[in-house]
């Protein structure tokens, strides 16, 4: 893991838009949406692309487990990046490390590898001892409790960033059997978790080690100590790179190889010939297995992974998130607090219901005791998926996530977040006849689900409506809900007779659940009359590649439905070219043979452009000089509320005011806080604005020229000017667009 602050957010502003960008979908990757898996891999893009990259068992899973515990564990203090940050002048790790053990260059890292004394005469080793053998540390209570909590898939840290190998290596004689405990760590896991009948998971963070991790670490002339500390040089290093992860795929036949980041940094050549080995290994042993990344590979073949975050919105392709049971640290140190049980399973539902997976970190103290606060979280987490399982296991995401004031996600390295009774997360089942609605909270006697508006879904085929009871399997039926424009209004015992984090409502229809209309974007089908397969497209262009990695092929767009205010505009060719169809409604039967659209606003439409932080709109002021200032005002429908956003063709707006026809002009604005004006149309780049969506109908717009954002001011009054600045997660930068 990585504890860095600006690695952290350099990663996350590259790092995620591998997936970020690609459309959602609610069921990806169906029959015939990607070319058949070739019978053996060959080390190229081509055809590891070619490998499914997220096979059925793991989209059914869910919920998995993993552990940092290792040679970093010992010290207990600062992080799992302590064999690093030890060697960092002045850092809190470093002035740690010479008051208890002495200097590094006296009292080096592998000293917790190999064993020796710290200043108080205290021995301090890496060696944990088997319960059998009279120490603590039991890898079947581990996969026991793995069992308990809910996970259906788990497995080691084989290897982090300090160079230290959990296995009997024989390209690395760092390991656990030559030195430490002497004990075949990844086997004794791989082993337990396996008897368990649970997927097996292996960690591998290695690509960091000689790409930056020991960059404060004084140079070694032993050649041993240089493989430890990543100084091997570029050709022998990706070579052992490469090594080591072969021996894993051999020792231990992983169903997921999970990889940290730096991956870009590794050798191309031997990052192809990783996948192909392990994709042809995996054919011979009969299975399909997931290889995910941060950087380095792509969402063909392989899952994005989330540090400690997720997605905004519903994302595709299927996703993975690895999050931490604890804020402060990724291993064990002394005082680590913890998330609270809310916190994460809420976390883990929202992700759920945006078509990913969640991977939660624990940290087990280095002599393989695991803290009866982490247990407690676990346990609860697995208390409440045995009774209301069947809402999270084998369920898909719908067209919509949900909805509620709580926004969870948005990216890397976003808090988990507990919800409220307001909140409401989305699941279907496979079959889409089941429709799972989960409260993040303990709802009263009625519930109002804004979403099943009639204005945006038939509910004529809707047969039932239960509530989960606190017993697997068991449901109290509830009586027939009315629906109407604000949504579909449940009525639920006066006291719901049982205490649960979350309560869940069970939605049945006769056929399968109604097409639901967006209210951003576009929903396409790749069956007639609303039916088959879906994708959600928010704004945006779509390629024949972009439109396989959403779940619907090229050519495969079938029926569609449309938010207020948009329009798609299908190609017969790739990159937008060739025939093009515009359809600015509904279609229930489209027989143009599509290969790539686009997803744009209707330039005839006008829209009330909000600002999420004070829910004041975008206001010209009138009948104003060209040069004035655009301002923000209480919505009240006039013209000078209303705005037209019309394309260009060159992936940017105009934006036109209906009362004067002036456009907003970013008036060549170069630092933060420059006002935003208005103009006449001149074509120049200061009138363009790129428009992304930000997930949750949300929006950011970027001047052409400068890059800033239109920035709303905050918790400002009706009035107030409009500026620009360095986009950010602030809400101020966030606008939402509603057709007036």
């Not at 969402?299 to 989330?306: A, L």
Request: charged share 20%.
């Amino acid at each position: 893991m990585r504890m860095s602050q600006s690695i952290s957010r350099r990663r996350l502003l590259a790092g995620a838009t591998a997936v970020v960008t690609a459309a959602v979908a609610t069921d990806v990757f169906a029959a015939g949406s990607a070319p058949a898996a070739p019978r053996t891999y060959q080390p190229t893009w081509d055809s590891v692309n070619r490998h499914p990259a997220a096979p059925e068992w793991f989209r059914d899973a869910k919920f998995g487990i993993y552990f940092h515990w290792g040679v970093f564990s010992v010290p207990a203090y600062d992080s799992e990046w302590y064999p690093r940050n030890m060697y960092v002048p002045d850092s809190k790790a470093n002035k740690h490390h010479i008051a208890t053990y002495g200097d590094p260059s006296d009292w080096p890292f592998h000293h917790f590898i190999d064993g020796a004394d710290d200043l108080a005469g205290n021995h301090q080793e890496f060696a944990p001892k088997l319960k059998s053998e009279g120490g603590a540390f039991d890898p079947d209570e581990w996969a026991q409790l793995f069992v308990d909590a809910g996970a259906r898939f788990a497995g080691p840290v084989a290897e982090h960033h300090d160079g230290y190998s959990m296995w009997d290596s024989q390209v690395n004689e760092w390991n656990s059997v030559r030195r430490g405990p002497r004990l075949d760590l990844l086997k004794l896991f791989t082993d337990a978790i396996r008897a368990k009948q649970l997927k097996l998971l292996v960690a591998m963070h290695h690509a960091y080690n000689y790409t930056g991790y020991y960059e404060y670490a004084p140079a070694q002339s032993d050649e041993s100590l240089k493989k430890l500390y990543g100084q091997l040089g570029p050709e022998q290093e990706n070579q052992l790179w490469y090594d080591k992860l072969k021996e894993v795929v051999d020792r231990a036949e992983p169903d997921i190889l999970w990889q940290d980041w730096r991956l870009d940094h590794v050798d191309e050549r031997q990052r192809l010939n990783f996948l192909a080995y392990y994709y042809n290994q995996a054919d011979r042993w009969g299975r399909e297995v997931v290889a995910t990344y941060k950087d380095g590979f792509n969402s063909h073949g392989q899952v994005f992974d989330y540090e400690r975050g997720g997605p905004a919105d519903l994302t595709a392709p299927y996703w993975l998130t690895d999050d931490s049971i604890s804020s402060s640290s990724w291993c064990y140190t002394e005082g680590i607090g913890y998330y609270s049980l809310a916190q994460m399973l809420h976390s883990f539902i929202d992700r759920v219901s945006k078509n990913g997976n969640m991977l939660l970190n624990i940290a087990p103290k280095a002599d393989g005791t695991i803290p009866q606060g982490q247990r407690d979280i676990l346990l609860g987490i697995g208390d409440y998926l045995k009774r209301f399982g069947e809402s999270v296991y084998g369920t898909r995401a719908w067209t919509a996530y949900g909805e509620g004031p709580t926004k969870m996600g948005g990216g890397s390295f976003t808090r988990p977040t507990a919800g409220t009774a307001q909140d409401i997360r989305f699941t279907r089942n496979k079959a889409n006849t089941v429709l799972y609605a989960t409260v993040l909270g303990r709802p009263g006697s009625s519930l109002t689900i804004g979403t099943l508006a009639s204005d945006r879904i038939a509910l004529d085929s809707l047969s039932s409506v239960q509530l989960l009871n606190a017993t697997a399997g068991t449901y109290i039926d509830l009586p027939a809900p009315t629906q109407d424009a604000t949504g579909l209004r449940v009525t639920l015992p006066p006291t719901v007779p049982f205490d649960a984090p979350a309560y869940v409502l069970k939605l049945r229809f006769s056929g399968r659940i109604p097409a639901l209309r967006p209210l951003t974007g576009a929903v396409a089908f790749n069956g007639f009359g609303y039916g088959g397969d879906s994708a959600a497209l928010p704004l945006g262009g779509y390629t024949a590649e972009q439109l396989t990695l959403a779940g619907l092929p090229p050519r495969t767009l079938s029926s569609l439905r449309l938010a207020p205010g948009y329009e798609l505009v299908g190609y017969s060719g790739d990159d937008f070219t060739g025939t093009s169809w515009t359809f600015t409604a509904d279609n229930a039967g489209i027989r143009k043979r599509i290969t790539s659209l686009k997803v744009v606003f209707n330039p005839s439409a006008h829209f009330r452009i909000t600002n999420v932080t004070n829910g004041l709109a975008l206001d010209s002021g009138g009948d104003v000089p060209s040069g004035s200032v655009l301002k923000q005002w209480t919505w009240d429908a006039s013209p000078n509320l209303q705005w037209q956003a019309v394309d260009l063709g060159n992936g940017y707006y105009k934006l036109v005011n209906r009362a004067n026809g002036m456009v907003a002009d970013g008036w060549g604005a170069t630092s933060d806080g420059a006002t935003a004006r208005q103009a006449d149309w001149n074509g120049g780049t200061d009138q363009q604005w790129l428009i992304i969506h930000r997930g949750d109908d949300r929006y950011s717009l970027a001047n052409r020229t400068t890059g800033l954002v239109l920035d709303g001011g905050g918790k400002v009054s009706a009035g107030s000017v409009t500026k620009q600045w360095t986009w950010g997660a602030s809400t101020n930068l966030l606008w939402t667009f509603t057709e007036s």
